[in-house]
């Protein structure tokens, strides 16, 4: 998770984050700050995992997936940013990003997750939690893969109608029409419509390794029957000739 630049809790982030806008003619928005993706290997799995099932859960829609890559939300000022672990955006263009500015694409993600440990609980759990409030994110996620701090390991809250979040009871999200569940290290995510779950890379290798060992079962069961009908043809013409050696013909009696 790459580290925040302003990690104040207090409230009204924003205004006190535009206070602080240079005044250089020509302002660089970098994409990248060095920080590593993640506290451990389980976090950036957790993290890439999110990544690759919502991509491919969001492809025919109007929808960019972002990991790790830094949101700029107030024009002209580099250093309000945050990079959230995964995010949604919705209604902008799909191509490849190398940062998102939330004036450039004129939508405010819709959802954010954050793969959050003890470490850096104070910053998802404060000053996070109020600048994506604040920005109108819709539902944010915490998930918790070692179950340090967060109860059951996952916790998600949505805005309600006076714009503050509140928890989701039921973890299932809105924006998304998935079900979430904390299944060991990973988000599991379940389809709302009919219950069906997202396959990961391995469970899909899995899943189609087991196809091929059911068609390969079905070929060699239909080479199977195929062999007997071919001996039991074989059978039946040979004892036709032995008939008809005997002066019996089968098609004259038919």
């Known amino acids: 998770m790459v580290a925040i630049t302003d990690q104040r809790s207090q409230p009204q982030i924003i205004n ?47 929808a960019v997936v ?14 309000a940013r945050v990079a959230p672990d995964v995010m949604v955006v919705f209604d902008i263009e799909k191509r490849l990003y190398a940062n998102y500015k939330i004036w450039e694409g004129k939508q405010t993600p819709a959802i954010i997750f954050e793969v959050t440990s003890a470490g850096t609980k104070e910053v998802d759990w404060n000053f ?9 994110v819709t539902e944010y996620w915490l998930f918790d893969p070692y179950g340090e701090w967060v109860a059951e390991k996952l916790q998600g809250f949505r805005l309600n109608e006076d714009d503050i979040y509140k928890p989701i009871s039921d973890n299932c999200s809105q924006v998304l029409q998935l079900r979430l569940q904390a299944e060991e290290y ?37 080479e199977a029957a195929s062999k007997r009908a071919l001996q039991e043809k074989a059978r039946a013409d040979r004892l036709a000739e032995k008939l008809r050696q005997l002066g019996i013909d089968l098609d004259d009696e038919i």
Request: proline content about 5%; glycine content about 4%; overall charge negative.
């Open 16 to 62: 006190q984050v535009q206070a602080v806008i240079p005044t250089t003619s020509e302002i660089v928005y970098p994409s990248s700050d060095g920080e590593p993706l993640a506290e451990t290997q389980q976090h950036v799995l957790a993290i890439l995992m999110t990544l690759a099932l919502l991509r491919l859960y969001l492809q025919d829609q109007q």
């Open 186 to 222: 990973l988000i599991g995510f379940y389809r709302l419509d009919n219950g069906e779950k997202l396959l990961t890379p391995e469970e899909l290798y899995i899943a189609a390794q087991e196809a091929n060992q059911r068609a390969e079962a079905a070929n060699q069961r239909l």
């Open 66 to 79: 972002f990991a790790d890559q830094f949101l700029y939300y107030i024009e002209g000022n580099p250093r």
């Open 128 to 136: 996070k939690k109020t600048l994506y409030e604040q920005l109108g």
